[in-house]
């Protein structure tokens, strides 16, 4: 009943919606709910070891048969100055005696690494159906290796460029992030954030570049938002924030109650948090050193500094210093499990396209 089955024919899932791979507040146990809902599960590898992966996906594997996504970044790494870390330290230096902290003692690096050949062998290995990038795609050499261990490629684009150009490099699929996605914006071709389109006029301009299927991804978390999409051409969605109020996510008592407060001007684009764009429920930090500070390291050393901050705020109930990334659609998630909530969006959509459809 789908106007459009190339993705669901493409990965083997029951309904053409993506669960998006959120680092940092979900494990395998969301994957595996959302797989069961009928969804293609994602799994983001950035802040994971290879062996971590490797236990997360052997869960997964033992739970359910569905295929798997796994997410990796591919960001061409910039070295932190002494300089930066250090204009960066002294503008949150208030924020360490407040805490009682030491500026000076020692913090283990941000670990956001990018794809690279031992992360490549630990995909080799394992084998997923399908591995989606942010940030562009890795060198032809380690694509050629995912392609040949039998494995999907998709990326998000957030401009018609970007889609173009992951298309020409042989993407199965382009996930065209709007500008109302949470979490780190995908772009790679360019640098301007002003310019960065919404979602419904970015995406049927994509649908009209590429030749690929297409998969929505900013602002929808209910059946509506699924049908317009498909009405303006993707062949699937993908949908991150209405699930972050899930039993499943591994979001602190705190962080939920900030996101169930959030309403659809709650959210900003930060570089603060980790010194690269991303969308997100405004925090203490957000609204006092951004949204956008000149201040902040290149990505991902911004949130090194943090993480004393974080965990001494956390303490307290705070969510002061924590990432909570979400898009602006945010206000309509719900304390749904997992694979409820996906058979209810794909339910609604499907209705709401058979209306349209007459």
Not at 18 to 42: F, K, R, T
Not at 60 to 66: D, E, K, P
Not at 269 to 292: S, Y
Request: aromatic share 6%; net charge neutral; proline share 6%.
């Amino acid at each position: 009943m789908w106007p459009d089955r190339r993705l669901i024919d493409l990965f083997k899932t029951e309904f053409p919606i993506v669960l998006a791979p959120m680092a940092g507040v979900m494990d395998a146990e969301l994957v595996i709910a959302a797989a069961q809902g009928g969804a293609l599960g994602s799994l983001p590898c950035a802040m994971l070891s290879g062996d971590k992966i490797r236990e997360q996906v052997r869960i997964i594997r033992q739970r359910v048969t569905a295929p798997v996504n796994l997410n990796f970044f591919c960001h061409t790494p910039v070295e932190l100055t002494a300089a930066a870390e250090a204009r960066w330290k002294q503008r949150l230096a208030g924020y360490y005696s407040e805490h009682g902290l030491d500026p000076a003692a020692p913090v283990n690096a941000a670990n956001r690494a990018p794809f690279d050949e031992a992360t490549c062998a630990v995909v080799e290995e394992l084998k997923p159906e399908v591995v989606s990038f942010h940030f562009g795609l890795p060198e032809k050499a380690l694509l050629d290796r995912i392609r040949s261990a039998g494995c999907l490629v998709i990326a998000s684009a957030t401009t018609v460029k970007e889609a173009v150009w992951l298309d020409q490099r042989g993407a199965d699929a382009v996930i065209a992030q709007g500008v109302e996605a949470g979490g780190h914006r995908g772009m790679f071709l360019t640098d301007r954030i002003a310019e960065q389109p919404g979602l419904f006029a970015l995406l049927p301009q994509i649908v009209d570049a590429v030749k690929v299927p297409v998969i929505a991804a900013g602002g929808i978390a209910d059946g509506r938002g699924i049908a317009a999409a498909f009405a303006l051409g993707a062949s699937g969605v993908q949908i991150g924030s209405a699930y972050l109020r899930c039993p499943e996510s591994t979001h602190t008592a705190a962080g939920r109650a900030a996101l169930a407060g959030a309403r659809d001007d709650s959210t900003v684009i930060t570089n603060v948090m980790t010194g690269r764009p991303a969308r997100g429920v405004q925090n203490r930090l957000i609204r006092e050193a951004g949204p956008i500070s000149p201040d902040a390291p290149p990505f991902p050393h911004a949130a090194t500094a943090l993480v004393p901050l974080k965990a001494a705020a956390e303490k307290q109930g705070k969510v002061d210093f924590t990432n909570l990334w979400a898009g602006q659609a945010i206000g309509l998630g719900r304390e749904v499990p997992a694979a409820e909530l996906t058979r209810e969006l794909a339910k609604s959509a499907l209705s709401r396209l058979k209306a349209l459809a007459g």
